[in-house]
């Protein structure tokens, strides 16, 4: 999932970020920076060295029928100044196949700062039929999960559940979060971390370097949300070399989109999408009438006056009792819409919240806890300091939110005085101009869409594909984020497009897909 810029995905990101999914009442709006000036001197030689691939025990669990091999990539943390190695975990899992292509899959896990080793059998059952023929490769990324260092920061998680159950009011959760924020930050700048090498353009070159040192002539890469980004900044940077046979971009974070001016627009067309289809659909028209009316009127009302909703954190195994605000419930929408299990049963909820009912959303808070244990707050926010927050600007901002609803633009403004707060403290270097151009290449693509996709929308794909000479896109209807890991026919057709990258896969599939409301 991409780290949400605009608001906390429900209480899914109440353990990493307390101050976005519980603030109410009205933004003082954040003053944006000027972007920062890009150096214009000529670049030094980078020197040279060497990445290598060591053998080791995996560090996660592994299903006993699978061949898995593990080891670790040892890279620079920073390629100009080649002293300090970082290490990064590396599973290998061998394909299905005695006669198995040699060209394999590398699998670009989201977030930033999602762990893929985390998700390690799940992931594999949801790839398999990639595994019938090639190799499939999944890693930590750099800061990430089992890969070392990582940028995890226990103490934002500790610092908002310690806090929880109060109903603290803005400033209060933007201390508390600040606090725990330079913590972590100087604590791992003890460690002698430099926070500001920790971005995509290095994420990519680990991977080209994980590419030579595992001796593979050419590869094909699988990126969701912004492994889409890592993905695109490898075909930039080593997509001339030849050794990139295809790509799929799957819920697709091109550079050029800016996730925190850019993002509230695609949560509010998802929500468009969401009534209008509600209105148009008979039967749940006639069970949740006037739905877009009600759920704004009830984001006020809960933010005039926030219900209690029991949470089980599935990690700590504790239970909380949190003050669950209309900011709050914009957020657990927008999570929600993630999952088309989840999508059908939003106007449900929302009667159920209406009415002082709350276990769908109960539900869904309980399962977000064990989403965010193999998240690494330190690297999303090292990502979104360098490569986001340098190229937003003010105009777009009030270009963007003339036309919103006004809930929306509330949390939107929380949210960025948030990410600015945080890159404060963090205090990384800005990216150059070239993290926010799109990207050029002629690589065989795959795109993939789902309509309801709140922070990956389908113009995200438009906008990507304009640049992509040989890219077949498509959209789903009735599908959120992670079109491949929602449906099997974005898995059946990843797989076909793998198979032959210079031929549309066969679509045939999509028009099976069904999707409506539980009204009863």
Known sequence: MIRAHLVCIAFSLILLGAACSTMSGEPTPASVPEPMPIPTTAPTATPMYTPVFESAECQFSTPSDSEVECGYLIVPEDRSNPERMIRLHVAILSSQSSDAEPDPVVYLEGGPGGSALANFEWLIRTFSGLLENRDLILFDQRGVGYSEPSLDCPEIVEASLANLESNLNDDEWLRIDSDARQVCHNRLIAEGIDLSAYNSAASAADLDDLRRALGYDVWNLLGISYGTRLALTAMRDFGETGTIRSVILDSVFPPQINGISDGIVGIDSAFDLLFERCENNESCNAAYPDLETRFYKLVDDLNEEPMTVPIANRINLKSYRAPFTGDDLISAVMGMMYSHSLIINIPKMLTQIE???????????????????????????????????????????DAVNENLPVQLVIVAEKAMTLELASCAVWDVDSAESIEDEPVVSDVHTLILAGDYDPVTPPAYAQAAAETLENAYTFIFEGIGHGVTISTRCGAEMAKAFVDTPDTAPDADCMDRLIFGFVTQ
Request: glycine letters at 4%; proline letters at 2%.
């Open 355 to 397: 009415q002082g009912y709350s276990s769908i959303l109960v539900n869904f808070l309980a399962d977000s806890t064990v989403v965010n244990a193999s998240v690494s707050e330190g690297m999303a926010t090292s990502v979104t300091c360098v490569e986001e927050i340098p190229f937003l600007k003010q105009v777009d901002l």
